[in-house]
């Protein structure tokens, strides 16, 4: 069972900065993408950042310049360095992962989502 346990959300005021950090449980996986998304009620989800397992981001319109997506391979785990933050970045945040190997734990996998408020 693979498992994308969150970490980093909270309350900041605008301007502000906040990290988050997505680690998928063991570290016997092979990932290829990872990935974060945001939702805010009544909306879809959308992706914000992508990264591959080389290190190729995408990014959405809407955060390029402040934020940042990276990985640690090593540790499956993926971070998402949030500056300059705008109440429209309020929303609850999932982590994502395409993972290809071992063959039995193939498939796209989600964090349970984490909350961001950006308010003064």
């Known amino acids: 069972q693979v498992q994308l346990v969150e970490s980093g959300g909270g309350l900041v005021q605008p301007g502000g900065s906040l990290r988050l950090s997505c680690a998928a449980s063991g570290s016997s996986f092979s990932i290829n993408a990872m990935a974060w998304y945001r939702q805010v009620p009544g909306k879809q989800r959308e992706l914000v950042a992508t990264?591959?397992?080389?290190?190729?981001?995408v990014y959405a319109d809407s955060v390029k310049g402040r934020f940042t997506i990276s990985r640690d391979n090593a540790k499956n785990t993926v971070y998402l360095q949030m500056n300059s933050l705008k109440p429209e970045d309020t929303a609850v945040y999932y982590c994502?992962?395409?993972?290809?190997?071992?063959?039995?734990?193939?498939?796209?996998?989600w964090g349970q989502g984490t909350q961001i408020t950006v308010s003064s």
């Open positions: 990264i591959t397992s080389g290190g190729s981001t």
């Open positions: 994502n992962a395409g993972v290809l190997a071992p063959a039995r734990f193939r498939g796209n996998y």
